[in-house]
């Protein structure tokens, strides 16, 4: 156990030093610093050490928490990143940019703050890489099976390592020119920077596994073709279809998709000259929708010097402490302070869009009205209505699922109710040998359950190859248990 009585002297929470906003909002460098070794080592002593560490249940990963804290406090880098590596491919990733479930699961959360797990985990890995400390893990002997990744995003490159160290050959495709998925090119350098994936992409090369970068499957390759190449074939291709908002003025110039505003920028970031990259310098960009892509927008507008940025939610606003009905452990919906928040722009709650307003065919404004809610539905209420001065707008809306993209009619995978591929417990599609993981099989949802999937769908492959599988298999997708993989 981390220090026996941490909790009792330590009781304040002490998250990651953040760059100072004037400074951070000029350039696209990560926003937090890392933390100092004395207060890490402290907050890591917070730790109790449970007997059931609710923390465990919380992480999507499993990760195990208690051991690494304990490891941190007491000075035992190169044994954490061991434990921590044991659970998780890309802790760098997940230390960056997970919401932290296992932090509202905390058992000390119940009367005090809950430990930084979150910080204790970037620390942990960022310290392994400074070291030497992360070295690829090639097989030891090849099974002479082939497996194709579709997708390079936090789900395909799980799976791909996962299945590249028990020895199956492994290809991923990616239809973009970098790998990385949402990593790459949706999330902004701010939250983190792409030296993150570069250097895991370097470990996964050497371990053995093969990029195709370039190559949409669907087109470029059929399904079919590659179910015929491979021996088994993985779909982690995302959920990347956004919703949209079909009101009046939509075709207007300048109201655009979120992701429209932020590939482009990422782009421009890493050195490219995307034509169809955004400026908003100087404009008054409105942003529909909160959540992490509207989040990112804001940042992003923040960074290239818009002139405001307002985001405008249909719900309610959410409270700042837990309500009732999401008690401790549960992960509650609260008001969040993300760092692109801190750095300006307004928010407004129960704002219904009702239409886009331009002259000569350019957006000039956005038309609201205030929410109200009449038998559980949220309409526009009559006479509240307003204009807000836009430039710009970029819909945040949430995304409806992953793109067709031959999927059905290549490979008889079938689509589910909600739009995602369907897959039974173990996570093959209705067709044998054609496995999802990731977005493409929950819904958009967070880089955290992408891994977690991502590690459970290769578990569940290397059975179907071999027949039995060493590999863990931290989550099923379905209530049907995957332990017995
Ligand atoms: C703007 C934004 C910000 C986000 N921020 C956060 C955050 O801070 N924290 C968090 O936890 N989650 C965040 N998320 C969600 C998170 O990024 C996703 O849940 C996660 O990336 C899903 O991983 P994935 O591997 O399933 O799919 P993706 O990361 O979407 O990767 C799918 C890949 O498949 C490729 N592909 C698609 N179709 C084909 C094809 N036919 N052939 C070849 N390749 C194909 C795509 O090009 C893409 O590279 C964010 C999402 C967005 C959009
Ligand atoms: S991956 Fe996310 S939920 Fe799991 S320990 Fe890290 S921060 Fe917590």
Not at 42 to 68: K, T, Y
Not at 200 to 223: H, S
Not at 433 to 456: C, M, N, P, T, Y
Request: hydrophobic share 40%.
């Amino acid at each position: 156990m981390a220090d026996p009585r941490g909790f009792l002297k330590v009781r304040q929470r002490e998250t990651q030093p953040r760059r100072p906003v004037p400074v951070r909002i000029m350039d696209w460098k990560e926003v937090y610093e890392a933390q100092e070794k004395g207060v890490l080592k402290s907050q890591a002593g917070r730790c109790m050490d449970c007997g059931v560490p609710f923390c465990h249940q919380g992480c999507p990963l499993g990760n195990l928490i208690p051991e690494w804290n304990d490891l941190t406090w007491r000075d035992k880098g190169e044994e954490a990143i061991e434990r921590l590596h044991a659970t998780n491919n890309f802790p760098e990733w997940t230390g960056r940019l997970c919401p932290a479930p296992c932090e509202a699961s905390c058992v000390l959360g119940i009367n005090q703050p809950a430990v930084t797990i979150k910080q204790v985990e970037v620390s942990i890995i960022d310290e392994a890489f400074d070291n030497g400390w992360v070295n690829p893990l090639p097989p030891h002997r090849l099974t002479g099976k082939t497996v194709a990744v579709v997708g390079s995003g936090p789900a395909g490159l799980a799976a791909a390592q996962q299945l590249t160290r028990v020895g199956h050959t492994v290809a991923v495709y990616e239809r973009d020119d970098k790998i990385g998925g949402l990593l790459r090119y949706g999330i902004p350098d701010f939250k983190m920077e792409k030296e993150q994936v570069d250097r895991r992409l370097e470990q996964m090369k050497a371990e053995g596994t093969r990029f195709r970068t370039g190559v949409a499957v669907g087109t470029d390759v059929t399904w079919e073709q590659l179910r015929r190449r491979y021996d088994a074939v993985v779909i982690a291709t995302g959920a990347t279809v956004p919703r949209d908002l079909p009101i009046p003025g939509r075709d207007l110039d300048g109201v655009h998709f979120a992701m429209d505003y932020l590939v482009p920028s990422n782009r421009v970031v890493a050195g490219e000259s995307p034509e169809n990259h955004i400026d908003a310098r100087g404009k008054h960009v409105v942003i529909l929708g909160g959540g992490d892509t509207g989040a990112d927008c804001i940042g992003t507008a923040h960074r290239h010097q818009a002139a405001s940025v307002t985001t405008l939610a249909i719900g309610k606003q959410p409270p700042l402490e837990r309500a009732g009905h999401q008690p401790w452990p549960t992960f509650p919906t609260l008001f969040e302070v993300a760092s692109a928040h801190e750095e300006g722009g307004e928010r407004t709650y129960l704002a219904s869009t009702v239409e886009f307003v331009g002259e000569d065919g350019k957006l000039t404004g956005v038309k609201v009205a205030e929410t109200e809610f009449v038998d559980g539905k949220r309409l526009p209420k009559a006479g509240t209505e307003r204009i807000i001065p836009a430039d710009l707008v970029f819909l945040s809306l949430g995304f409806t699922g992953p793109e067709p993209a031959g999927i059905t009619e290549q490979v008889n995978a079938e689509f589910d109710g909600r739009g995602n591929v369907a897959r039974d417990g173990y996570y093959m599609t209705n067709t044998e040998g054609v496995f999802v993981a990731g977005d493409a099989g929950r819904g958009q949802s967070l880089i955290v359950w992408a891994i977690a999937e991502g590690r459970a769908a290769a578990a569940a492959v290397d059975k179907f190859l071999m027949g039995s599988t060493i590999l863990p298999a931290p989550v099923a997708p379905t209530d049907r248990a995957i332990a017995v993989l």
